[in-house]
């Protein structure tokens, strides 16, 4: 997957910008067609150098990493510094988010303060805290974006330092359940669930890529989460009250 700048693009032409790259306002997803010169407009090489979307296309070297430093993280949203540092390469290796949790966790020597709840525990654990915390159905053990449908009461900020108001808002030694979303194809779910207290899942997020995680209490009578806008934001009273204190 590469990361790159947004890079501002000139006027284009309603035939430069046809059909080629279309958002899903039902599913929130930009899709670029699989074979992009077979549907673009332009006949050769030096035409489709004008058209947009070629140009997104093609992979040009962008030096030591200035790329993978800042990107847009998601879909949408403005471009944002990555908490990784800089690399030797604009591609990114192919890993998932427990590889990317496991690697800063040893990198830290805090990884067995990160524990991996075990897969006959993950399926039940989860839907307890979707019926808990959200109102959807035990089927979204295989959505995204829960943040939409959080049972009230809420509230949402958007801090400077989304980590650092999520570590805020929870008690230093206060055991949490950690859930992280996953961007590549996983066999149960789309999520990794961890077991852990909120100094370590903080510190563990800073050395990864951006993802969108949810932070849970224990007995699962509150919710935290940093979407992909930047936004946190609170599910139960105690949550809400320290995430409005902190605002």
């Not at 471009?79 to 990784?84: A, H, K």
């Not at 540092?85 to 990884?111: C, E, H, Q, Y």
């Not at 929870?170 to 852990?196: C, H, M, P, Q």
């Amino acid at each position: 997957m590469v990361r790159r700048d947004r890079a501002p693009v000139g006027e284009r032409t309603p035939a430069q910008s046809e059909g080629c790259f279309s958002l899903c306002s039902q599913s929130k997803q930009a899709t670029i067609r699989p074979s992009h010169e077979t549907h673009c407009h332009f006949a050769n090489a030096e035409q489709r150098d004008s058209c947009a979307i070629c140009q997104r296309l093609t992979l040009r070297s962008s030096g030591p990493a200035a790329a993978w430093h800042a990107w847009p993280p998601f879909h949408s949203g403005p471009c944002v510094p990555c908490r990784r540092g800089p690399l030797t390469s604009n591609v990114r290796r192919f890993v998932n988010t427990r590889t990317d949790l496991t690697s800063a966790a040893k990198s830290l020597g805090i990884a067995a303060e990160l524990h991996l709840v075990e897969p006959h525990r993950y399926q039940g654990i989860l839907e307890q805290i979707i019926a808990a915390r959200t109102n959807l159905g035990p089927q979204a053990i295989d959505a995204l974006w829960w943040w939409e449908s959080l049972r009230e009461p809420t509230f949402h900020a958007q801090p400077p330092d989304p980590l650092q108001t999520i570590e805020s808002c929870v008690d230093v030694g206060e055991l949490v359940w950690f859930i992280a979303e996953e961007r590549e194809t996983k066999l149960n779910g789309r999520f990794w669930l961890y077991e852990s207290n909120i100094r370590t899942v903080c510190s563990v997020l800073k050395k990864c890529p951006l993802i969108e995680y949810y932070v849970v209490s224990r007995r699962m009578d509150w919710i935290l989460c940093e979407n992909h806008h930047g936004y946190v934001i609170a599910g139960g009273n105690s949550a809400v009250g320290r995430l409005r204190a902190s605002a």
